[in-house]
């Protein structure tokens, strides 16, 4: 009989879409940090310093990286919709799960339309090279966004507001990162580059300081969905 109260118990929680949702935003930035960082390590050509994470789609083994967009898309998908569940009402509650649902669809579209070198001038641009690149603006652009307009939430929010300081650093590097990405590239191509070289390290610290913050926001909200079943 313990056993299948310990069943019941467990569906009961599944059945959450809060929990689900927490789930798949915990597992998606783990897997989609994991999956580049070892990508990057086992392909001696590949420079995570000067190259992007999107470079790793390019080649025979960019499956990989294309297959990791999709996946880690879906999941955040996942995210959104247990974040929607969570906030009902108040601030955030609309504009905080659409942005994080467009970021998670700018993931998987973004997948298959294989980016072209870093190093590949806009007017030789391949058609799918830049589709990628608009939705790399539009995700980097609203990870940022999305991190403001939950920290506007989590300032008000009792339940939430031991994550607030960590929702406006967050926001505040990954929106440092995107302006110091945006003039890298524009000069990127000038002699005289101070960013030549790091063009990757500073995506990688807009990227993963916004899966940082998807996956304690997913464990926030795992302890939160748990604790209202007490």
Request: glycine share 8%; proline share 4%; with cysteine.
């Amino acid at each position: 009989m313990k056993f299948y109260n310990l069943i019941e118990k467990s569906i009961t929680i599944l059945k959450d879409r809060r929990i689900l949702g927490a789930w798949g935003g915990m597992i998606g930035s783990i897997l989609f940090v994991g999956i580049f960082t070892l990508e990057g390590f086992l392909r001696p050509e590949y420079n995570p310093f000067s190259m992007f994470v999107s470079e790793l789609s390019i080649g025979p083994r960019g499956w990989v990286q294309i297959l990791n967009f999709i996946i880690t898309g879906i999941l955040l998908l996942i995210f959104a919709l247990g974040i929607k569940t969570e906030f009902r009402q108040g601030k955030a509650s609309k504009a905080g799960p659409i942005l994080l649902l467009i970021c998670a669809t700018c993931l998987i579209v973004s997948g298959p339309f294989v980016m072209d070198p870093l190093s590949t001038p806009p007017d030789q641009m391949s058609w799918h090279g830049i589709i990628h690149n608009i939705l790399g603006a539009i995700f980097f652009s609203l990870s940022a966004v999305s991190c403001f307009v939950f920290f506007r939430r989590f300032r008000d929010d009792p339940k939430w507001q031991s994550l607030k300081w960590w929702t406006l650093m967050a926001g505040t590097t990954i929106l440092i990162a995107i302006i110091l990405l945006a003039i890298g590239q524009k000069l990127q191509f000038e002699v005289m580059n101070i960013f030549s070289g790091w063009l990757g390290l500073i995506q990688r610290i807009a990227l993963i300081t916004f899966m940082i913050w998807l996956f304690i926001f997913a464990l926030k909200l795992k302890k939160i969905s748990l604790s209202d079943k007490n």
